[in-house]
C-alpha cells in the first residue's frame, strides 16, 4: 500500500505498548481507506463524465456523417440531373444541325459552301 505502517512485530519490539500501538496502526489503516474510498468516487465521477462527454461526441460526429451522406446523395442526384439535361442539349443541337443541313441540301442554297460542323462530347458527360 501507498502508507504501509509497521508490522505490530516491529512496535512490539521496539516499545511493549502493544494495545495502544495496535490501535494506532488501526487508526491509520482506516483513514487510509478512507482515502481509498474518496479517491475512487472521485474516479468513478470524472469516468462518468467522460463517458457523457464521449457520448454527446459521437452522437454529434453520427448526426454530421448523416447531413454529410444526404448532402453527397443531393449532389450526386444534380449531376446526373445536369449530365442528363446536358445530353438532351447536345443531342438537341445535334437534331438542328442536321435539319438545318437537309434542308439546304433541299433547297440547295449554301451547299457548296457548307463549314464542315464537327461538335465532340463534353469532357463532363459521363457516357
Do not use: W, Y
Not at 512496535?11 to 495502544?20: E, L, P, V
Not at 438532351?88 to 460542323?117: C, H, K, Q, W, Y
Request: glycine share 2%; net charge negative.
Amino acid at each position: 500500500p501507498i502508507s504501509e505502517p509497521p508490522s505490530p512485530r516491529d512496535i512490539q519490539n521496539k516499545n511493549g505498548d502493544t494495545a495502544a500501538n495496535l490501535a494506532n496502526n488501526i487508526h491509520q489503516l482506516r483513514q487510509e481507506c478512507a482515502k481509498l474510498k474518496n479517491q475512487l468516487a472521485d474516479e468513478e465521477m470524472k469516468h462518468r463524465q467522460r463517458m457523457t462527454e464521449f457520448e454527446k461526441e459521437e452522437k454529434h460526429i453520427r448526426e454530421e456523417n448523416l447531413r454529410l451522406q444526404r448532402k453527397l446523395q443531393l449532389e450526386m442526384e444534380r449531376r446526373e440531373a445536369l449530365c442528363r439535361h446536358l445530353s438532351e442539349s447536345e443531342s438537341s443541337l445535334e437534331m438542328e444541325e442536321e435539319r438545318v443541313v437537309n434542308e439546304m441540301m433541299f433547297t440547295g442554297v449554301g451547299v457548296p459552301s457548307l463549314p464542315t460542323v464537327h461538335r465532340t462530347r463534353t469532357v463532363s458527360s459521363p457516357v
